[in-house]
């Protein structure tokens, strides 16, 4: 069982930046794929960034240019580092790691953008 603890989020004025933590109780090494999702109220959970096979990075395309997921394996750790924030932006971002072809997530963190 792998338990996954997000932090970083909070609010934060359009243009300003944020970088998203997600710490996992076990390793990440042989990860299937990474990433992180956003869920708007009375919207759908979409994907925002991923990291596949170690390699493969997606982006969705609203986030292109601004948002940049990476990993630590080291400390176990998948960010997100949010750029250029904007009002759209907001929702709850939670953390997903696959391990084992097997989906966890995390509880989530809030991200507000407004002035």
């Known amino acids: 069982q792998v338990q996954l603890v997000e932090s970083g989020g909070g609010l934060v004025q359009p243009g300003g930046s944020l970088r998203l933590s997600c710490a996992a109780s076990?390793?990440?090494?042989?990860?299937?794929?990474m990433g992180w999702y956003r869920q708007a109220p009375g919207k759908q959970r979409d994907m925002v960034a991923r990291i596949a096979s170690g390699i493969t990075t997606n982006y969705a395309d609203s986030v292109k240019g601004r948002f940049t997921i990476s990993r630590d394996n080291a400390k176990n750790t998948v960010y997100l580092q949010m750029n250029d924030l904007k009002p759209e932006d907001t929702a709850v971002y939670y953390c997903n790691i696959i391990i084992n072809y097997i989906n966890y997530w995390g509880q989530g963190t809030q991200v507000t953008v407004s002035s």
């Open positions: 076990g390793s990440i090494f042989r990860a299937n794929a």
